[in-house]
C-alpha cells in the first residue's frame, strides 16, 4: 500500500462524513506558496501563466497564517509553487519558524538553490522536466542533500514525455523516485480531458498564495473563481466563499493530482473502519 492509500484509509471515517455533507473539517496539511518568481521556464509548466507580479509572501503574514493554521489542528506545511519557493529571500527564516512548532515541513523545489535550512525538512522533493537533461547544478544539489541529511526524505520527480520516455531507466542516488506524464504540451503523450468531476475530499485541502488568498486545491492555482477569500483559513475555510470555489472547479488536471489516481471503488468495499 502507499503512503497516499495511508492517509486516504487514516481519514477514512472523515471523508466518509464530507461526502455525506455531515462536516466540513479543519485540513491537516497546508500548501504554501511563498513565491511567484521562478528561475527556470520548464516545457509544460502550468505556472507560467502565473508569474506576472513576481511578489514574495511577506514574513508577518506567514507567521499568522501558520499561527492560525497550528492552533486549529495543522499537522504538516510544504513549500510548494507557483514560483521556486527557495528564491524567497526569507525561505530559512520560515522554515526555522515551523521548526518550533509541532509541524513537519515538507518543499517541493526544481533544485537549483541548496540552502542548509532545507536539512531540517522531514521531506525535500526535487521536480525534473527532463531526466536526461538534469542541470549539473541540481545533480550537486541533490548530492549536497543527500550526504548532509539526517532525518530527511530525498525524493525526485521525473515527468514521462517525448523527450524524456523512459526516466525509470536514469540512475539517480535518492531515497525515492516519483514519474509523472507531462502534460499540456505538444511533447506530452496524453492530454488532460475537458472535463474531470473534482475529487469528494477537496475540503480536507488548503492552498495559500503568496499573498495570502486561499485555494482549495493546489491544481486551481490562480483561478480567481476558485478563490476562498484573502485572510486567515480560520477566516475563509467553511464559508459560503469556499463553498463556492468548490463548486466552480470545472476542469481538473485529472494527470497532476494523484487523488485521482486512487481506486475509490475498491476502497469503498473495504473494511476500514477499524482505522
Known amino acids: 500500500m502507499r503512503y497516499l ?19 466540513f473539517p479543519y485540513p491537516k496539511s497546508l500548501t504554501v506558496y511563498p513565491s511567484e518568481v521562478c528561475n527556470l521556464k520548464c516545457i509544460g509548466c502550468n505556472s507560467k501563466s502565473i508569474h ?12 499568522r497564517i501558520i499561527d492560525d493554521f497550528e492552533a486549529r489542528g495543522g ?37 537549483t538553490i541548496y ?7 522531514d521531506w525535500v522533493r526535487i521536480s525534473i522536466p527532463n531526466g536526461f537533461n538534469i542541470l549539473p547544478i541540481v545533480k550537486k544539489n541533490i548530492e549536497k542533500l543527500m550526504e548532509n541529511r539526517d532525518i530527511t526524505a530525498i525524493g525526485v520527480k521525473f515527468l514521462r514525455s517525448k523527450l524524456c520516455r523512459r526516466p525509470e531507466d536514469i540512475y539517480i542516488y535518492v531515497d525515492y523516485i516519483q514519474i509523472k506524464d507531462l502534460r499540456n504540451s505538444p511533447y506530452s503523450y ?17 492552498v495559500v498564495d ?20 484573502k485572510g486567515l483559513l480560520s477566516e475563509v475555510w467553511g464559508t459560503d466563499q469556499h463553498k463556492r470555489a468548490i463548486r466552480n472547479i470545472r476542469n481538473c488536471n485529472k494527470y497532476d493530482c494523484p487523488l ?9 468495499k473495504a473494511d476500514l473502519e477499524f482505522i
Open 210 to 229: 503568496y499573498d495570502g488568498t486561499f485555494y482549495p486545491c493546489p491544481y486551481f492555482y490562480a483561478q480567481r473563481k476558485t478563490a476562498m477569500g
Open 115 to 121: 540552502k542548509k535550512a532545507m536539512l531540517h525538512a
Open 52 to 63: 506576472r507580479k513576481n511578489g514574495f509572501m511577506d514574513f508577518g503574514l506567514f507567521k
Open 5 to 23: 492509500d495511508y492517509k486516504i484509509a487514516y481519514r477514512w471515517g472523515v471523508i466518509q462524513r464530507i461526502k455525506e455533507g455531515d462536516i
Open 190 to 206: 496524453i492530454k488532460n480531458p475537458k472535463y474531470v468531476k473534482p475529487c469528494g475530499i477537496t475540503p480536507l485541502r488548503a
Open 75 to 111: 499537522r504538516a506545511v510544504a513549500f510548494e509553487g507557483g514560483g521556486e519557493p527557495m528564491l524567497h529571500p526569507e525561505i530559512d527564516k520560515m522554515i526555522y519558524y515551523l521548526m518550533n512548532k509541532v509541524l513537519k515541513i515538507g518543499i517541493i523545489t526544481n533544485g
Open 260 to 268: 485521482l489516481e486512487v481506486d475509490w471503488k475498491e476502497l469503498e
